[in-house]
């Protein structure tokens, strides 16, 4: 143990900082705990989308066999080219227990016939399935690595918050705790022999009085 000034002022500084190390080791177990209920209910998100997403890429590739078999893969790849176009996205932040969590904003991928930019005119239907299938399986794309990124950023936070608090529980607690035990005994033992030698010093006076009075 370091060298610890043995005073009552330095036993005072360690209780103090005993209660206040145990009262962030509180709130850390209170924010750890809502991160942790945040985690498994994204983590259901999660579950849900990936299932849908899978879903939905089978749709969609099941869309395109038909089309390509239906239209002829030329008149899909022209089609595909055609609407073609930029997928704008903004990403944000909002807060859970004062962790910054990504959100990922983004227009509506699902467009109209008419919205695609091919010609209506000839195309076969299935085309328009197939796109359709398609643009839904990009937002759900999208919707899933948000729900990842979320995971990603929580599950960090946790473990930091987890090393912290087993700082807190088997280093820093515990050797205040250990400082604080030795000056507590320090300051008994002076103590105590404090009493002995005024008791020993009134014994002292007591028998110079007595052989004074003789």
């Known amino acids: 143990m370091k060298k610890t000034s043995v005073t009552r002022?330095?036993?005072?500084?360690?209780?103090?900082?005993?209660?206040?190390?145990?009262?962030?080791?509180d709130l850390l177990e209170q924010k750890r705990t809502a991160l942790m209920k945040e985690f498994l209910q994204i983590a259901d998100t999660f579950i849900e989308r990936a299932d849908a997403l899978q879903l939905a890429a089978d749709s969609a590739r099941q869309a395109l066999?038909?089309?390509?078999?239906?239209?002829?893969?030329e008149a899909v790849q022209s089609a595909a080219l055609a609407s073609s176009s930029e997928l704008p996205l903004q990403v944000t932040t909002t807060s859970v227990m004062g962790v910054k969590v990504p959100h990922i904003e983004q227009k509506r991928v699902r467009?109209?016939?008419?919205?695609r930019g091919y010609s209506i005119v000839g195309t076969s239907i299935t085309i328009d399935e197939a796109a359709s299938a398609f643009e839904t399986e990009v937002e759900l794309i999208?919707?899933?690595?948000?729900?990842?990124?979320?995971?990603?950023?929580?599950?960090?936070?946790?473990?930091?918050?987890s090393r912290r608090l087993n700082a807190l529980d088997h280093l820093l607690i515990p050797r205040l705790e250990a400082e604080r035990d030795f000056i507590q005994v320090a300051l008994d033992e002076r103590?105590?022999?404090?009493?002995?030698?005024?008791?020993l010093v009134k014994r002292i006076i007591e028998r110079k009085r007595g052989y004074?009075?003789?």
């Open 111 to 115: 467009r109209s016939v008419l919205g």
């Open 191 to 199: 103590e105590r022999s404090d009493h002995f030698r005024l008791k």
């Open 142 to 161: 999208i919707q899933l690595a948000e729900s990842e990124l979320h995971l990603k950023r929580l599950a960090a936070e946790i473990q930091s918050s």
């Open 65 to 73: 066999a038909r089309a390509e078999a239906v239209a002829g893969t």
């Open 212 to 214: 004074a009075g003789a």
């Open 9 to 25: 002022m330095e036993l005072l500084a360690r209780k103090a900082q005993i209660a206040l190390a145990e009262q962030g080791r």
